[in-house]
T-cell receptor, first 111, second 113 residues
Framework: DAKTTQPPSMDCAEGRAANLPCNHS???????VYWYRQIHSQGPQYIIH???NNETNEMASLIITEDRKSSTLILPHATLRDTAVYYC????????????FGQGTILTVHP | SQTIHQWPATLVQPVGSPLSLECTVE??????LYWYRQAAGRGLQLLFY??????ISSEVPQNLSASRPQDRQFILSSKKLLLSDSGFYLC????????????FGPGTRLLVL
């Protein structure tokens, strides 16, 4: 699976959009980009995933660049409850089941 | 909808004692099941996964073992706990196909003293 690079921490004001970047320059054609988050003392929560098209669900939007070497997770209106560690994971169909979590980005949403 | 349960939520055990953590999934059939461990301040490490009853694959040699006695039940065990077994144990399930999305349980926090 391709390696990902994320900033260690970010801040965001409540009510504003939070844009979390992820670099995955070695991603291959059959690898998906997944985003999870982990709120303190809880299990990771699935947010969204995509292959090459932008994706949106009730939680967030995922923007993947045309060359697929980077992506951005967007939380459109961040709340205090969105404070968490956000993990960007790249995983292909041949990597059976395994999710490799890096250090992620600590997002702090402040009032 | 699908739900995943883990128990106990918290456990304090002495070194050398046995361990049994249980995970059950509701609302789906024939899921892939996973056990991960997260040490303090560290990322998640995959320990075991299972694609069916009685089928267990180990990712990392441990003094831990896993079993899947029923389709939606996954058990993590140890005969003798070590201090290094302390951590946050997470069970996850995914639908049985290639790049399946995994959904995690609430976790069990284990402290070995």
């Amino acid at each position: 699976d391709a390696k990902t690079t994320q900033p260690p921490s970010m801040d965001c004001a409540e009510g504003r959009a939070a844009n979390l970047p992820c670099n995955h320059s070695t991603i291959s054609g059959n690898e998906y980009v997944y985003w999870y988050r982990q709120i303190h003392s809880q299990g990771p929560q699935y947010i969204i995933h995509g292959l090459k098209n932008n994706e949106t669900n009730e939680m967030a939007s995922l923007i993947i660049t045309e060359d697929r070497k980077s992506s951005t997770l967007i939380l459109p209106h961040a709340t205090l409850r969105d404070t968490a560690v956000y993990y960007c994971i790249v995983r292909g169909g041949t990597s059976y089941g395994k999710l490799t979590f890096g250090q992620g980005t600590i997002l702090t949403v402040h009032p | 909808s699908q739900t995943i349960h883990q128990w106990p939520a918290t456990l304090v055990q002495p070194v050398g004692s046995p361990l049994s953590l249980e995970c059950t999934v509701e609302g789906t059939s024939n899921p892939n099941l996973y056990w991960y461990r997260q040490a303090a301040g560290r990322g998640l490490q995959l320990l075991f996964y299972s694609v069916g009853i009685g089928q267990i694959s180990s990712e990392v040699p441990q003094n831990l073992s896993a079993s899947r006695p029923q389709d939606r039940q996954f058990i993590l065990s140890s005969k003798k706990l070590l201090l290094s077994d302390s951590g946050f144990y997470l069970c996850a399930w995914g639908r049985a196909k290639g790049t399946e999305t995994q959904y995690f349980g609430p976790g069990t926090r284990l402290l070995v003293l």
